[in-house]
Structures are given as structure tokens and as C-alpha cells.
């Protein structure tokens, strides 16, 4: 009995292990729920001019999808620019006065995790360079 004992206790331990898909990783719950969610789900909405009807894109990033015509080139881009493309321009920031376009954005959802609001103009140089960080793929509009 006493060589027996340890044999079923590591038969016990393969069956335990056997149980558990190898996808699965320690602290997440894609198994739970039978897919994942992606850490970056957000809408671009995007008017040429203050007249214009918006053009409204959904995307996703990590894995790309969501109705962006580009998505993996725009999730390629905001990874690139990085989160902070995302903060508003500070109101104590000196900026050029060069006007860029009448174009306007709104991004909007969750970026790595984290909830956005922001809003993009082309009305001085700070928000032209934020703009063309992210760049015309992202915002999906040919600049004038």
C-alpha cells in the first residue's frame, strides 16, 4: 500500500493538470467566457468640415478588427504614437499659429485598457502634430 500512495498521488496530479487548457493563462478569463476581449476597442469619428456628415469607424487593436477600413495600420500607428497622443494639448502650451484644416476628430472607448475622450482639430500646430502622429491612416481622411 505504502508504494501504491505515491503513484496515485501523481496520477491524481497529471489528471488535475489535464483539465486546464493550455491557453489559459493565470489571471485572465478567456476560458470563462470562450474568447477575449481586445484592450483597445474604440470609435473614430471624423468630419472633413464643420458641414460634413461624420465618418464613424470602429477599431479594435490586439487582435485588429472592428470596421476601420485599415485596422491593423491604425492600431500599428496609435501603438506607435502611444497613449498620451490621446491627452488634450495643455491650455498653458504655446502653439504656432498655423491653421492645418477644417477637420475634426473624436476618439472614443478604451485604449489599453484605460477609458478616452479626446477630441482632435488641425487649428494650430500642437493639434496639427497630434494629428499627423496618429497620421491620415488612422483618421482614415485625405487631408486637403
Same mark, same amino acid.
Not at 485588429?64 to 470596421?67: E, K, Q, T, V
Given at each position: 500500500m %505504502?508504494?501504491?500512495l505515491p503513484l496515485l498521488v501523481l496520477a491524481t496530479a497529471l489528471l488535475v493538470g489535464c483539465g486546464q487548457d493550455s491557453d489559459d493563462e493565470p489571471g485572465t478569463d478567456a476560458?470563462?467566457?470562450g474568447g477575449s476581449v481586445a484592450a483597445t476597442s474604440i470609435t473614430i469619428e471624423v468630419r472633413t468640415d464643420a458641414d460634413a456628415e461624420p465618418n464613424v469607424m470602429t477599431l479594435e487593436c490586439d487582435p485588429?478588427?472592428?470596421?476601420h477600413p485599415q485596422a491593423q495600420e491604425a492600431?500599428?500607428?496609435l501603438a506607435s504614437a502611444g497613449a498620451d497622443v490621446l491627452e488634450p494639448v495643455p491650455a498653458d502650451q504655446v502653439c504656432t499659429m498655423i491653421y492645418g484644416g477644417p477637420q475634426t476628430a473624436t476618439v472614443k472607448g478604451t485604449v489599453d485598457g484605460a477609458d478616452v475622450d479626446a477630441t482632435f482639430t %488641425?487649428?494650430?500646430g500642437c493639434e496639427v502634430d497630434r494629428w499627423e502622429t496618429l497620421g491620415t491612416t488612422?483618421?482614415?481622411v485625405p487631408l486637403q
Open positions: %505504502r508504494r501504491a476560458g470563462a467566457g485588429a478588427g472592428g470596421d492600431c500599428d500607428a %488641425r487649428e494650430n488612422f483618421f482614415d
